[in-house]
């Protein structure tokens, strides 16, 4: 048997975090890596040492497997745990792990090779006699073959990246007009984020369910599964809500799922933490494999809830050469359990991602949050947003649920743009609250689920937030000279302006914005809440106030101002249409040039950003004046990138 007496964390953000935290229990000193980007970091703070590995691109630090062999080397780690994302399926960084005797904390390196690449995986799925969707992985990636094999296998068809994951160069084709620039697409980003531009195509089973069986296996020959988990709820093919057990299977599918699972694992001699993916046919009753993900996965919290175990625990006790605790019978699923992925980034604008700085963070209580980040960290804008999981368990799915709901919205987030509303509105619509939702379903449903109302007291609330005159009780910026009114502008980012005049007359305070009249009672106001009371009713908002910046969290919903009343008007270009970078980040393409004529809806830049590609398109007809952003730009939120000529000229 091997020992693991310090362990190098070859990741960041949430799951570093995690795994410092097991290693910790069990008396194995951590070493964290970090890039420019991540100078005083979370996971930083909570290692023991911490190793400088390169500059923000992945590319020069975290994927660059020669400083993270070499950071292990300079501290003497027995081990390397490589988290999900990044290196933690890359033959290569196994395969020279064991050359420098270090450790690798997951599968050996010919396992990943089996089943990292997924045309290869899938072939040796169907030898297996594991069921596979019908569909095309040979070695011929001409656009005259893929073609011929969309129309042998039939609209729609799925486009994958073949040494992908995570969505990123997949594509759902409807119409064979589209295939093309499908695979152009695909072929790209898959390049972009793999190295590997090689696809695959496969027949799209619309509305059915994505399942995955977690299986665990040792070096003595045990392989079992821990029951299953349901990531239906997806957007562009990326999880965004996951639960235990799923809704829709009976016991014997779950039983046959498990050990079909547990098959897949063994042809490849797998070993340590695996998941096997599979797409379930609610129609047929009938499932399909469809890759596994050689490594922990971001979700595997709600296994370790209904199942009790510590998942990097077993990793830890495989890697070293230990056979595994359990076995199939001592599995036992208790209850329910359910993710939400909290991201920085903003539904009502497409889901662009946004960075910054957060300014206030608070786990909500009664809920497990697995985070990388506190109060006052940087969610930097070169790697995925996810600020934190939560998650939650119930003695049944409903209370899971509700438990998850109410987590969520207890949670404080402020200073960066958050999908938080959406996620409540996901776990409240009828659908998901019935166990009906498919894959499909948010694709179906965007609009609706896309933005949650804004609450009518936001912005008193505001305004009761930004007021600071002298006082004359125990309310520190209050006071009863009489009824004061004055005029009050607030910012509120692509909404645009909120005109509205306030009326103080001591605690009492009334906004009038347009015709809809707010009016509050202030019981008591310091820093970070105030507790005021309407039509009889008390109520408590959380506060955060930065600069001339206010953010306001009011039954779960998240509203941020900023006072503008005082600012001098904006420049508007005399009716220019200007286009604007929605997040920080590389601009890949710029398609236009001065004097061209464009249309409504064309793309005529393209910005990477936390390894997704955004196309930005011109809001209307007309003539670019001006093209301001140049490829390898690396632009701030907001930054003018390509102008219109006015409307009038």
């Not at 665990?216 to 045990?222: I, L, P, R, T, V």
Request: include cysteine; charge should be negative; glycine fraction near 8%.
């Amino acid at each position: 048997m091997k020992t693991i007496r310090r362990l190098l964390v070859a990741n960041r953000g949430e799951i570093a975090c995690r795994i410092i935290r097991t290693a910790k229990v069990h008396g194995i000193e951590t070493i964290a890596v970090y890039s420019a980007a991540d100078e005083g970091a979370l996971h930083i703070r909570q290692a023991d040492q911490a190793e400088f590995i390169g500059p923000a691109e992945p590319a020069k630090s975290y994927l660059n497997i020669d400083v993270i062999i070499a950071a292990a080397k300079r501290s003497n780690a027995d081990a390397i745990h490589p988290g999900y994302g990044f290196l933690s399926e890359r033959a290569d960084f196994a395969a020279a792990c064991k050359s420098e005797n270090i450790i690798f904390v997951g599968p050996p390196a010919d396992a990943i090779s089996a089943m990292g690449d997924k045309a290869s995986a899938k072939e040796r799925m169907i030898a297996a006699g594991v069921p596979c969707i019908p569909g095309f992985q040979g070695a011929d990636q001409s656009i005259e073959r893929l073609t011929n094999e969309a129309e042998n296998i039939g609209y729609p068809v799925i486009v994958k990246a073949s040494a992908g994951g995570g969505g990123r160069g997949m594509r759902i084709v409807e119409d064979p007009n589209n295939l093309s620039s499908a695979l152009k697409s695909a072929k790209a980003e898959a390049e972009s984020a793999f190295g590997d531009g090689n696809l695959l195509l496969e027949r799209a089973v619309i509305g059915a369910r994505h399942i995955e069986i977690q299986i665990f296996a040792d070096e003595h020959g045990n392989c079992i599964y821990l029951g299953e988990r349901d990531c239906s709820l997806q957007r562009r093919n990326q999880k965004v809500i996951e639960e235990a057990p799923s809704p829709v299977l009976s016991d014997d599918q779950r039983i046959a799922m498990g050990e079909a699972a547990v098959k897949a694992a063994k042809v490849v001699g797998y070993v340590g933490a695996g998941t096997v993916e599979f797409l379930y046919d609610v129609t047929r009753q009938e499932f399909y494999f469809l890759e596994m993900n050689t490594r922990l996965q971001v979700e595997h919290p709600v296994t370790e809830m209904v199942t009790g175990l510590d998942l990097v625990e077993i990793q830890l006790d495989v890697a070293a050469g230990n056979p595994l605790p359990i076995t199939q019978a001592d599995i036992e699923i208790s209850g329910w359990s359910m993710e939400a992925r909290l991201y920085a980034e903003d539904p009502a604008n497409g889901f662009v991602p946004h960075s910054g700085t957060v300014s206030r963070f608070e786990p909500a209580p009664g809920v497990r949050c697995d985070t990388g980040i506190e109060t006052g960290d940087v969610v930097p804008s070169h790697y995925d947003p996810m600020v934190a999981k939560v998650i939650a368990h119930g003695r049944t799915r409903d209370e899971a649920r509700r438990k998850l709901v109410q987590g969520l919205n207890s949670t404080v987030l402020f200073g960066v743009v958050n999908n938080r509303g959406f996620l409540v509105s996901l776990l409240e619509s009828k659908e998901f609250a019935s166990g009906d939702a498919a894959t499909d379903f948010i694709e179906k449903n965007i609009e609706s689920l896309g933005t949650r109302q804004s609450h009518p007291l936001a912005v008193a609330l505001a305004a009761a937030a930004m007021i600071d005159v002298p006082f004359e009780s125990e309310l520190t910026g209050w006071n009863s000279r009489g009824i004061a009114e004055f005029p009050l502008m607030l910012d509120v980012g692509n909404d645009g302006l909120i005109r509205a005049t306030v009326s103080l007359n001591g605690r009492d305070l009334t906004v009038r914005v347009n015709d809809e009249v707010s009016e509050i009672r202030v019981e008591r106001k310091t820093e970070q809440e105030i507790q005021f009371s309407s039509n009889g009713t008390k109520q408590r908002a959380i506060i955060c106030r930065r600069d001339d910046a206010i953010d306001v969290q009011i039954d779960g919903i998240s509203h941020e101002y900023k006072d503008v009343t005082l600012a001098p008007a904006s420049d508007t270009a005399g009716g220019d249409s200007i286009i604007k970078a929605p997040m920080a980040g590389l601009v890949t393409s710029v398609s236009v040039s001065a004097g061209d004529k464009v249309s409504k809806g064309q793309t005529v830049a393209t910005i990477e950003a936390m390894k997704m590609e955004h196309q930005l398109k011109v809001p209307r007809d007309g003539v670019v004046s001006d093209v301001i952003a140049k490829i390898g730009d690396q632009v701030a939120i907001r930054s003018k990138l390509v102008i219109l000529e006015a409307e009038n000229q």
